[in-house]
């Protein structure tokens, strides 16, 4: 029998996976996170032996990874905290085996599989796992989520952007015509633990650069679901000199005059009864050191004095509501809890 309080959790010592381990390790609902790995880390027999910080949390027990040995644990749910290529073949092997799955990779966030293969030039997935998938982005997709198989949690830059701009992408309001750009500021982990050159500290530290201009892979999310083309969007990422955390300034034109109060009503109408994003009052702009090592999107924005130019700014910690705890949020959602259990 699959037991939805055993979790399967595949790939734990990247970022996002130390993140994520230390929600489960700490969630209501679960009773036992089990570790599956692959690699030097693969002779563990606990995650405190990788991370000695979490100590003192309670039972972290690894495992090497098989999934011959995940579908015998009687876990009814796993995480995907792997990379695109190792989510392509595991997923569909797990779902085989009758779990359901949360997968924080880039392999199934699309409608149309050639839509991942053009952007991430890997292979796409197999048409049943895209077709199954459900984009996990719970504000927006929330009725889809208790029924899900299979979440594609959405890129860390995508949520951010996607959570500023649907509100008034849906009123209506925004002239495409005159375009919008989203600038969009992250901290090196979102990059991840593989070494790469322009992520060394001598490289980050006391620097500030702008990167994948025109090519970044989170390009093709925002726009399916915020609800506009690529010609309508200039989406610029920039690398900060910090551990974590995204900011996002995205600047537009309205179609007519707007008042504070009109579209701070529009903002929290939207997002009435959803717990992870918190709208500011008009003219107040939240900051990273308000969302860092959270779960929570902030949203506040500016009207110029003709009512007609806009500036939303959308905050929120890559590796939280970028990653691990929008993949617990979404997991909540899946199995009745509640959808802050874990994140709060």
């Not at 090497?64 to 392509?88: D, K, R």
Request: aromatic share 10%; proline share 6%.
């Amino acid at each position: 029998m699959k037991d939805p309080k055993r979790v399967a959790v595949i790939g734990a010592t990247g970022y996002s996976g130390f993140e994520l381990a230390r929600l489960l390790l700490r969630h209501p609902a679960i009773e036992r996170p089990v570790f599956y790995l692959r690699g030097e880390n693969a002779q563990a027999r606990c995650l405190t032996q990788i991370f000695p910080q979490l100590r003192g949390w309670g039972e972290a027990p690894c495992c090497e990874l098989s999934v011959e040995a995940i579908a015998a644990s009687g876990a009814g749910s796993a995480f995907l905290a792997t990379p695109h290529e190792a989510s392509l073949e595991l997923a569909p092997e797990l779902r085989k085996a009758g779990l359901r799955v949360v997968d924080l990779s880039g392999a199934f966030r699309f409608r149309e599989p050639e839509t991942f293969s053009r952007w991430y030039k890997l292979p796409p997935p197999d048409e049943n796992s895209a077709r199954e998938a459900v984009y996990g982005l719970p504000e927006l997709y929330s009725e889809k989520l208790p029924g899900a198989q299979l979440t594609a949690n959405p890129g860390c830059y995508a949520t951010s952007v996607i959570l500023g701009l649907r509100p008034m992408v849906d009123a209506g309001w925004i002239d495409f015509s005159r375009g919008i750009v989203c600038d969009c500021k992250s901290g090196a982990s979102g990059a991840g633990k593989e070494p790469k050159r322009e992520t060394n500290f001598v490289e980050v530290n006391e620097n500030f650069r702008a990167y994948g201009v025109f090519t970044h892979r989170h390009t093709p999310e925002i726009m399916e679901h915020a609800g506009m083309d690529g010609a309508q969007m200039i989406f610029t990422t920039h690398l900060l000199p910090l551990e974590r955390g995204i900011l996002s300034t995205l600047s537009f034109w309205l179609h007519e005059p707007r008042s504070n109060g009109e579209i701070e009503a529009e903002f929290r109408r939207f997002y009435a009864g959803r717990p992870m994003v918190r709208i500011w009052p008009a003219g107040k702009l939240p900051e990273l050191q308000h969302v860092t090592r959270t779960n929570f999107c902030d949203v506040g924005f500016a009207l110029d004095e003709s009512g007609r130019r806009m500036v939303v700014v959308s905050c929120l910690d890559n590796l939280g509501k970028g990653a691990a705890g929008q993949a617990v949020q979404n997991f909540n959602l899946m199995h009745g809890y509640e959808e802050s259990a874990g994140l709060i």
